[in-house]
């Protein structure tokens, strides 16, 4: 029997980059400004230090995101968008938009 082969599909190759749970917000609170690290945990509620470490990670090998070190004392790490991750601005745009034209219910609530 023949192994069928789905089609490429662009939209799954986008997600596979930026999708999940922590991602796309991670990239909302760069998408404007560099960030510092625990500035992001800050402002990403919810995420721990270890999974936001593992989704920066994955967005560097990407190439979507670049990190920094600057050589002060203490030593402090910025993460900021490649010229590759800035191509990600008007989908992130179109996501802020439709977001906020759609917000959904609390859930919970009936």
Known sequence: MAESKAPWCPVTATV????????????YHLKDR???????????PGITQRM????????????IVSR????????????SFTKKGCTLGPILDAMEEW????????????
């Open 16 to 27: 596979e980059v930026i999708g999940g749970r922590w991602k796309p917000t991670i990239l």
């Open 68 to 79: 920094a070190v600057h050589n002060t004392v203490p030593p402090h790490v910025e993460y």
């Open 52 to 63: 936001l470490t593992l989704q920066l990670r994955a967005l560097e090998e990407d190439g």
């Open 34 to 44: 560099p960030r510092r690290f625990n500035e992001l945990r800050r402002l990403v």
């Open 99 to 110: 977001g906020d034209a759609h917000r959904p219910r609390k859930r919970g609530r009936t």
